[in-house]
């Protein structure tokens, strides 16, 4: 498989998405203004344009999150220039070397280097505050024309070398480690300029490890600088993109909520491309459900697909050591229980209450009497489930609080089960803590 290069976004760009993801804007698109609460502080952010070039759109996603990247991997001059050619920077971009390329590039970095950004909210992490502030995405563009015959005025070609020069409120926060890790290969490599974008304000909301992001589809539209608001304007400005991530199962789904101003778009997202390498612990897993029956194909498929997939593997694991008769293969109701999305299974305690596991039929409340004869609830088997949704001190909070009778452990153990089957244990636990 491939290896994985780790690139880079400043945290402030990912999430304020400062350009619009539209890949053509209305002539005379000179500002915009949005007034929005980002992780429950409010912000306030306004674009004033270039009166010739207009606001950045479109391409300007990816020359914005490649000249990061770049200034990173020049060591962060101290000038805060970076050094390029036009044909260097649209290789990286995976523009073909065209005139039409090199003529597009042009009017991005006009853009980038034309439009003031006034930010009321801005988290300088250098200083420690969070600020008010105006700057340029691109402070200066400085071209050094090498033949003698290239005439001002004329597109970018080879022979030229660019110092594209970043403000100082990015680069200072570049250094400062203001940074989330961002895939710009896999960006570059989809297919529309509204996508790409789409990707890297997704990956900035889901860049805690949530699987799932819903946000009114309005504000959405808002936040992705569209210039029509109609919901069903925003739907279908928007769908192509989602139709894309979902094929190329970065998005697991996306669903549309409600109708009207008030509908929500709600976003899945999948735990790991198939692409990615396996990390050691993943390995770890795979090997562990081969143990169970588990085929490879199966096995590699679940641990990709499932944030939560240490737990439902140790499910698995305790339920086939536990069952003595079997209504299929050892694999078979491993793979069941790994995909049980009804909380239908618990994990036995020990070795001296082996029984025959399987699931209450579907559609029917009541539990098959196999299930019946598992252990009753307890402090444990929280413990085991718990231990991989939750750090150490919540995980001891939580514990503390079951062994001092604040909370149930038959509810609280039931309600984790089904939880967990639906990949929302952290969620749950998260929500059981805040009442403690």
């Given at each position: 498989?491939?290896?994985?290069?780790i690139?880079?976004?400043?945290?402030?760009?990912?999430?304020?998405?400062?350009?619009?993801?539209?890949?053509?804007?209305?002539?005379g698109?000179?500002?915009?203004?949005?007034?929005?609460e980002?992780?429950?502080?409010?912000?306030?952010?306004e674009?004033?344009?270039?009166?010739e070039?207009?606001?950045?759109?479109?391409?300007?996603?990816?020359?914005?999150?490649?000249?990061?990247?770049?200034?990173?991997?020049?060591?962060?001059?101290?000038?805060?220039?970076?050094?390029?050619?036009?044909?260097?920077?649209?290789?990286?971009?995976?523009?073909?070397?065209?005139?039409?390329?090199?003529?597009?590039?042009?009017?991005?970095?006009?853009?980038?280097?034309?439009?003031?950004?006034?930010?009321?909210?801005?988290?300088?992490?250098?200083?420690?505050?969070?600020?008010?502030?105006?700057?340029?995405?691109?402070?200066?563009?400085?071209?050094?024309?090498?033949?003698?015959?290239?005439?001002?005025?004329?597109?970018?070609?080879?022979?030229?070398?660019?110092?594209?020069?970043?403000?100082?409120?990015?680069?200072?926060?570049?250094?400062?480690?203001?940074?989330?890790?961002?895939?710009?290969?896999?960006?570059?490599?989809?297919?529309?300029?509204?996508?790409?974008?789409?990707?890297?304000?997704?990956?900035?909301?889901?860049?805690?490890?949530?699987?799932?992001?819903?946000?009114n589809?309005?504000?959405?539209?808002?936040?992705?600088?569209?210039?029509?608001?109609?919901?069903?304007?925003?739907?279908?400005?928007?769908?192509?993109?989602?139709?894309?991530?979902?094929?190329?199962?970065?998005?697991?789904?996306?669903?549309?909520?409600?109708?009207?101003?008030?509908?929500?778009?709600?976003?899945?997202?999948?735990?790991?491309?198939?692409?990615?390498?396996?990390?050691?612990?993943?390995?770890?897993?795979?090997?562990?459900?081969?143990?169970?029956?588990?085929?490879?194909?199966?096995?590699?498929?679940?641990?990709?697909?499932?944030?939560?997939?240490?737990?439902?593997?140790?499910?698995?694991?305790?339920?086939?050591?536990?069952?003595?008769?079997f209504?299929?293969?050892?694999?078979?109701?491993?793979?069941?229980?790994?995909?049980?999305?009804?909380?239908?299974?618990?994990?036995?305690?020990g070795?001296?209450?082996?029984?025959?596991?399987?699931?209450?039929?579907?559609?029917?409340?009541s539990?098959?009497?196999?299930?019946?004869?598992?252990?009753?609830?307890?402090?444990?088997?929280?413990?085991?489930?718990?231990?991989?949704?939750?750090?150490?001190?919540?995980?001891?909070?939580?514990?503390?609080a079951?062994?001092?009778?604040?909370?149930?452990?038959?509810?609280?153990?039931?309600?984790?089960?089904?939880?967990?089957?639906?990949?929302?244990?952290?969620?749950?636990?998260?929500?059981?803590?805040?009442?403690?």
């Amino acid at each position: 498989m491939p290896s994985i290069q780790i690139r880079y976004d400043e945290l402030n760009l990912a999430h304020l998405c400062l350009i619009s993801l539209q890949t053509r804007l209305p002539a005379g698109t000179l500002t915009w203004k949005d007034d929005f609460e980002l992780d429950g502080k409010r912000v306030i952010v306004e674009a004033r344009g270039d009166p010739e070039y207009g606001v950045p759109y479109g391409i300007d996603v990816d020359l914005n999150a490649l000249a990061m990247n770049l200034f990173i991997e020049q060591g962060c001059p101290e000038h805060n220039t970076l050094t390029i050619t036009p044909y260097a920077l649209i290789r990286r971009l995976r523009l073909p070397d065209s005139g039409a390329s090199y003529q597009a590039l042009r009017q991005s970095l006009l853009r980038l280097s034309g439009t003031t950004f006034v930010i009321e909210g801005w988290v300088d992490l250098d200083g420690g505050s969070v600020v008010e502030t105006s700057f340029r995405l691109i402070e200066r563009v400085t071209r050094q024309r090498r033949a003698l015959q290239e005439e001002v005025g004329q597109s970018f070609s080879s022979s030229s070398t660019l110092k594209i020069t970043l403000p100082a409120e990015i680069a200072n926060n570049i250094r400062a480690q203001h940074l989330k890790p961002l895939d710009l290969d896999f960006m570059l490599s989809l297919d529309n300029s509204l996508t790409r974008g789409l990707f890297r304000t997704l990956d900035a909301e889901l860049q805690t490890g949530k699987s799932i992001f819903e946000i009114n589809l309005v504000e959405w539209g808002r936040r992705c600088r569209l210039m029509d608001l109609r919901p069903d304007r925003i739907r279908r400005t928007l769908d192509p993109a989602h139709q894309e991530l979902v094929e190329r199962r970065y998005l697991k789904s996306t669903e549309y909520i409600g109708r009207g101003q008030t509908q929500r778009v709600r976003y899945e997202v999948t735990a790991q491309r198939p692409d990615h390498p396996l990390t050691t612990e993943q390995l770890t897993l795979v090997g562990r459900l081969k143990n169970v029956g588990v085929s490879d194909g199966q096995a590699q498929r679940f641990v990709r697909g499932n944030r939560d997939a240490a737990t439902r593997v140790a499910l698995a694991e305790a339920v086939v050591a536990a069952t003595t008769q079997f209504k299929k293969s050892r694999g078979a109701l491993a793979w069941d229980v790994l995909t049980d999305t009804e909380g239908r299974y618990q994990a036995p305690l020990g070795p001296q209450k082996a029984v025959a596991a399987f699931p209450k039929p579907r559609g029917h409340t009541s539990v098959h009497p196999a299930l019946l004869e598992l252990p009753v609830a307890s402090i444990a088997t929280i413990h085991v489930m718990a231990q991989v949704c939750l750090s150490k001190p919540e995980l001891q909070r939580l514990i503390q609080a079951l062994e001092q009778g604040q909370l149930d452990v038959t509810a609280i153990q039931r309600h984790l089960m089904v939880a967990v089957a639906r990949s929302e244990g952290k969620s749950y636990l998260e929500s059981v803590l805040k009442t403690l």
